[in-house]
């Protein structure tokens, strides 16, 4: 079955710790993104790459990093620097043009 | 700048139509997506508009007038499950611009 994971589903760490979300995808896209919701709110961009070795900043990257050393795979890094780390993070793929394919999430809370 | 506007919140009872209006202003537009959304799960891609006009997927239709930069999806006979939120997202360049969503009530 293609498709994407995200683990863990949920996530809790200590303020100053920094975490590691894991994205993975089978289906061969070549973008990748990197999304955060907060409660009541729309999807906000963190990161994105659109090739292997290559991302660019979304609207909100401050406080994290992200690698792209293989097509599969894009995880994201939320570093101690991120003010309010506490919300989902969605993770997604797509081909060039077409829509996004989302993981189920990872629910992180940091206190 | 960018900006994408749909409502809040919006009710509506069982059987009924109903027609989720979003308004967009971004520059290098290349389309129109339209998202479902249950509370707690990922979103799940339901249109894509590129050209001006309707396009009708089942009980689910969605339309987009690109010199407006208005687009709404319009649902029909609603059931219970369509109980959820609704994410238009605007396509520019190369990434999505998401709205903050309608959150949509079905009462039986």
């Known amino acids: 079955d293609g498709g994407i994971t995200q683990s863990p589903k949920y996530l809790f760490r200590k303020e100053g710790q920094n975490v590691t979300l894991s994205c993975e995808q089978n289906?061969?896209?070549?973008?990748m993104y990197w999304y955060r919701q907060d409660p009541g709110q729309g999807l906000r961009l963190i990161y994105y790459?659109?090739?292997?070795?290559?991302?660019q900043k979304g609207d909100i990257a401050e406080g994290y990093s992200v690698s792209r050393e293989k097509k599969e795979s894009f995880p994201l890094t939320v570093t101690s620097a991120q003010k309010n780390p506490t919300a989902f993070y969605l993770c997604?793929?797509?081909?060039?043009?077409?829509?996004?394919?989302f993981g189920p999430g990872t629910r992180l809370t940091v206190t | 700048g960018q900006n994408i506007d749909q409502p809040t919140e919006m009710t509506a009872t069982e059987g009924a139509i109903v027609q989720i209006n979003c308004t967009y202003q971004?520059?290098?537009?290349?389309?129109l997506f339209w998202y479902q959304q249950h509370a707690g799960e990922a979103p799940t891609f339901l249109s894509y508009?590129?050209?001006?006009g309707l396009e009708e997927k089942g009980r689910f239709s969605s339309f987009l007038s690109r010199s407006k930069g208005y687009s709404y999806l319009l649902l029909k006979e609603l059931q219970m499950k369509d109980s959820a939120s609704y994410l238009c997202?605007?396509?520019?360049?190369?990434?999505?611009?998401f709205g903050t969503g309608t959150r949509l009530q079905v009462f039986p």
């Open positions: 997604a793929s797509s081909i060039p043009n077409a829509e996004q394919y």
């Open positions: 508009n590129v050209l001006d």
């Open positions: 997202a605007a396509y520019n360049t190369d990434k999505l611009i």
């Open positions: 289906l061969n896209h070549d973008a």
């Open positions: 971004t520059s290098g537009f290349n389309g």
């Open positions: 790459s659109q090739i292997v070795n290559d991302f």
